[in-house]
């Protein structure tokens, strides 16, 4: 029994060389914790690895990207630029450097970047086995620069990545995702990326090419024959959800949206557009229960409080939405869709320069977005400030020439101007872009938002004196929304310039049914009902003079009422009366009665009345 207890025996004390066997082992041993997310197994013995392998840079890479998983930023850093072998090594570099981005140390990561330029511009000239981290390390520095509102130059970064590695999908997200290029720069780079030289098999080229800038040309997307396949997959779906929403095709585009948040209720592309869609439609409850479910589960995610910033703008709280929108602006900082709302909601309660603060700082971030640019417009349109608004539209127009929201905005500005001819160049260019877009399929006919592009071009038609094509065009806009007292009220000024007085007194009516206080309406519909008086007879066809009738004679001969005379004589002794008849007598004699009444009773009466009040 007590040899079974029997200590092993202990070890010689003499060390050798380990064997290239026990080195192998234990990197294998490391990966395998690594890919297990075991990180601090991995660390440990990645860090006895380095101890037997003499520091061999590959092993100091190893336990650097171990000190990194388990967040130790600092040691990790330390560990390479200790030993300098950011210098040497461009894994030890990219990690080193990593770990100080990570530990919000910006400056100190492009430091140890730019000390191992050289050496990635070298590796960057070699064969493909390196792009990867050549891609890797440009993509970081895109990050840094970006971190440290360097955007021309985090924006070049991002583009080195993506020509070194064009399946780094990362840096193609932070160039497209963050809008740091316009439209026209974002076809040339997508032009300009060697796909057949890395032997892209057209499957990133396309998936590139369907997350460009959707508002400038919305039009259908075309997947090919090969990639049949991936018409299910959640992105391309929000690639159409995208198509669909600049186009104002807001319930195709919730009806598809809401199958990708079903299947993959967390989808963080889907998310935003899926938000923006729900303020569209007024779904307040759908985004109460959206948020929530987000707020509790994903704390740190901008989006999350992103929903329940624009939940409180939509049911008209203001001041909390302003709360969660500048959240959410601090956890994510390039968060676009975060600033453009926490501008609406200063823009809604008429704070203009708070709106264009905030849409300026959007601007500012989004480089490639027009957004910004035409909601300053409009700030300054409101302001009647028409110069600057102009100025900001052309620019908006610069990187979206096809938008048509810009068109309009640019030919309600000429109208402001009394510029009639140039705001309907803009607003029939504008309406042109909208119905091409429908007829190419992409939405369902012209949805109600452009209802107002069609009343303004009614109302620059009335300027120039085209009354035929002003009354198609308010007819139009009654078409997309029927219940707009303001497209009655310039219907009926329209018809009352073409003198249909009868039509435009209909429209009056319908304006006021709809809206009771609208002074213009009111003030019109009795102008035109003066025209009427004045032009068209009472009861055409008839004589203007009072008919002269005789004497009417009552059948029984009881009573002559003689209307010249003026007075009333009894001729005989009434006979008895049925019960009907009884009763128009009854009322017969009261009114009698009540137009015989002597005035100066009732004098008496009320003499009598005030005296008993005075005493």
Same mark, same amino acid.
Request: charged share 20%; net charge negative.
């Given at each position: ?33 690594? *890919? #297990? ?64 981005? #990570?530990?919000?140390?910006? !400056? ?44 021309? #130059? ?32 974002? %076809? ?10 890395? !032997? ?43 198509? #669909? ?9 919730? %009806? ?76 994510? %900082? ?181 809206? %009771? !206080? ?37 059948? *029984? ?49 009320? !003499? ?8």
């Amino acid at each position: 029994m007590a040899d079974s207890f029997a200590r092993p025996p202990i070890p010689s004390m003499t060390f050798s060389t380990p064997t290239s066997y026990t080195l192998s082992k234990l990197r294998s041993l490391v990966q395998s914790y690594i *890919s #297990m997310h075991q990180y601090s197994s991995a660390m440990y013995w990645a860090d006895k690895l380095v101890t037997l392998s003499l520091s061999n840079p590959s092993d100091m890479h190893m336990l650097a990207h171990c000190l990194l998983l388990t967040k130790q930023y600092h040691r990790a850093s330390h560990l390479v630029v200790s030993a300098k072998l950011h210098t040497t090594h461009m894994g030890c570099c990219y990690v080193a450097a990593k770990a100080l981005h #990570m530990a919000g140390e910006q !400056e100190e990561a492009l430091v140890v970047l730019e000390e191992g330029e050289e050496m990635t511009k070298e590796e960057e000239l070699k064969e493909k086995d390196v792009q990867n981290i050549v891609s890797s390390i440009y993509l970081l520095k895109g990050y840094i620069l970006e971190s440290l509102d360097n955007r021309p #130059m985090a924006a070049e970064a991002f583009q080195s990545a993506l020509r070194a590695d064009v399946f780094c999908q990362e840096a193609f997200e932070a160039l497209v995702g963050h809008q740091m290029l316009t439209a026209e720069e974002e %076809r040339e780079l997508l032009h300009s990326l060697p796909f057949q030289e890395q !032997e892209d098999p057209e499957l990133a080229s396309f998936l590139y090419s369907s997350s460009l800038k959707k508002y400038s040309c919305p039009e259908d997307l075309d997947i090919p024959v090969q990639l049949e396949q991936l018409k299910d997959n959640p992105d391309l779906q929000v690639c159409l959800v995208e198509r #669909m929403f600049y186009n104002c095709d807001y319930h195709s585009a919730y %009806r598809l949206s809401s199958a990708v948040i079903k299947a993959d209720p967390y989808h963080a592309r889907c998310l935003p557009i899926h938000v923006a869609l729900l303020v569209e439609l007024k779904k307040s409850n759908c985004l109460f229960q959206l948020a929530h479910s987000l707020v509790d589960l994903y704390p740190e995610w901008a989006t999350a409080w992103f929903a329940v910033g624009c939940y409180y703008y939509l049911t008209g709280r203001q001041d909390p939405a302003r709360r969660f929108l500048s959240k959410a602006t601090q956890l994510d %900082r390039l968060f676009g869709p975060a600033w453009l709302a926490y501008g609406h909601s200063f823009a809604v309660e008429n704070e203009h320069d708070q709106a264009m603060a905030a849409y300026f700082k959007a601007c500012q971030l989004m480089r490639g977005c027009h957004l910004p640019l035409l909601y300053i417009g409009l700030e300054y349109s409101l302001t009647n400030n028409q110069n600057l608004a102009e100025r900001f539209f052309s620019q908006a127009l610069e990187i979206a020439p096809k938008d048509p929201f810009v068109l309009h905005e640019l030919g309600v500005t000429a109208f402001n101007n009394q510029n009639y001819e140039r705001a309907e160049k803009y607003l029939s260019d504008a309406l042109l872009r909208v119905e091409s877009v429908s007829r190419a399929g992409v939405s369902s006919g012209l949805a109600e938002k452009w209802e107002s592009l069609l009343n303004n071009l009614g109302h620059t038609y009335r300027k120039l004196g085209k009354y035929s094509e002003a009354l198609s065009f308010h007819q139009q806009a009654l078409v997309l929304s029927p219940l707009n007292p303001s497209t009655y009220s310039a219907l009926g000024y329209v018809q009352t310039l073409t003198n249909d007085l009868t039509a435009a007194v209909e429209s009056f009516h319908k304006a006021l049914g709809i809206r %009771r !206080e609208d002074t213009f309406s009111t003030n019109m519909l009795n102008y035109v009902i003066e025209q009427l008086m004045s032009e068209v007879a009472p009861f055409p066809g008839y004589p203007e003079e009072t008919p002269r009738f005789p004497p009417l004679k009552s059948p *029984s001969g009881c009573i002559n009422l003689d209307t010249t005379a003026g007075n009333l004589s009894p001729s005989a002794t009434p006979p008895l009366a049925t019960d009907s008849q009884h009763t128009l007598a009854d009322t017969s004699n009261l009114s009698i009665d009540c137009e015989m009444e002597d005035t100066g009773d009732t004098s008496r009466e009320q !003499e009598g009345l005030d005296m008993d009040q005075t005493l």
